[in-house]
């Protein structure tokens, strides 16, 4: 039997300075218990989608939500992963002026590093998840399937990568 090992991941930058993805990885029955709760919490505030960004501006679904109730609805999402301990969090952030300041010192750095921090950011945080898996000792015949926020742009370089075994 093969065992899925499930990741999901999104993306967030701040103020221009900082660019970052985070998320949680797990195996298919740890997602299993924690989605049932997390998808009860979301109904009992009318929320399809839960999307960290609109929640906290109040846009989209939580337009009606008092700001008292996004914090709520927030603290106990988190709290609804946090009691699963077999999900484990990682994430990965690149400092924006860093980041420019090396594209600018050379033409191969800009071509390395490309024209934005996300794929950067996407490889470092892929290296961190099997980096753990790897000294866990995953076990033969295991499968990783991550999902990320759409990133219509990098999706792409993203979802492709040349000489990767399958």
């Known amino acids: 039997m093969v065992s899925v090992i499930r990741g999901y991941f999104d993306e967030s930058y701040k103020d221009k300075r900082v660019y970052a993805i985070g998320g949680y990885i797990g195996r298919d029955r740890d997602w299993s218990r924690a989605s049932r709760q997390w998808k009860n ?4 505030d009318r929320i399809q989608c ?17 700001r008292e109730k996004r914090i709520q609805l927030k603290t106990d999402l988190i709290q609804i992963v946090h009691e699963h301990e077999d999900l484990g969090g990682f994430g990965a952030a690149i400092l924006i002026e860093d980041f420019l300041k090396v594209c ?10 490309g ?3 996300y ?4 490889q470092v945080l892929l ?5 753990e ?8 015949g295991m499968k990783v399937a991550c999902t990320f926020e759409d990133q219509e742009e990098f999706s792409g ?3 492709y990568a040349p000489n990767s075994k399958q």
């Open 41 to 44: 919490r979301r109904l009992a």
């Open 50 to 66: 839960f999307h960290a960004t609109d929640c906290e501006s109040g846009y989209g679904e939580f337009k009606d939500l008092s």
């Open 104 to 113: 600018d010192s050379s033409e191969r750095a800009r071509q390395v590093l």
């Open 115 to 117: 024209p934005d921090p």
């Open 119 to 122: 794929f950067l950011c996407f």
């Open 127 to 131: 290296m961190a998840v099997c980096e």
């Open 133 to 140: 898996f790897e000294d866990g000792g995953a076990g033969p």
């Open 157 to 159: 370089r993203g979802a």
